[in-house]
């Protein structure tokens, strides 16, 4: 069992950066991944980190603005976002997937646990 709490969520300015926390009970020796959703849409992919650190990210609108990282001492997984941009408010998620699929799973029913989510706000 995999318990996943998100953490670092604000409200920030067009062109700010924040830096989200996903904290792993259990291990994070799995594919993690960052979701979002914003209001009135359906939760999409963003970006996972697989089991062996390699970056999958979703679209090229967060390429070069989103970095995903890991710290196998702390049990983390990091979403360090800048340049953000109103479009990139929504609730964002982290989830694990503990089977390690191959490629790396880009829809909602295909991941094994969640965090809570926290919100991030990017205001104009």
């Known amino acids: 069992q995999v318990q996943l709490v998100e953490s670092g969520g604000g409200l920030v300015q067009a062109g700010g950066s924040l830096r989200l926390s996903c904290a792993a009970s259990g291990g994070i020796r799995h594919t993690i991944g960052w979701f979002r959703q914003a209001a009135g849409t359906e939760r999409e992919f963003v970006v996972a980190l697989t089991w062996t650190d390699i970056p999958t990210y979703?679209?090229?609108?967060?390429?070069?603005r989103f970095t995903i990282f890991r710290d196998y001492n702390k049990?983390?997984?990091?979403?360090?976002?800048?340049?953000?941009?109103p479009e990139d408010t929504a609730v964002y998620y982290c989830a694990a997937d503990s089977s390690r699929?191959?490629?790396?799973?880009?829809?909602?029913?295909?991941?094994?646990f969640w965090g809570?989510?926290?919100q991030v706000t990017v205001s104009s």
């Open 58 to 64: 979703a679209a090229d609108s967060v390429k070069g």
């Open 75 to 85: 049990n983390t997984v990091y979403l360090q976002m800048n340049s953000l941009q």
């Open 101 to 112: 699929k191959v490629p790396v799973p880009r829809t909602v029913e295909m991941w094994d």
């Open 116 to 118: 809570q989510g926290t």
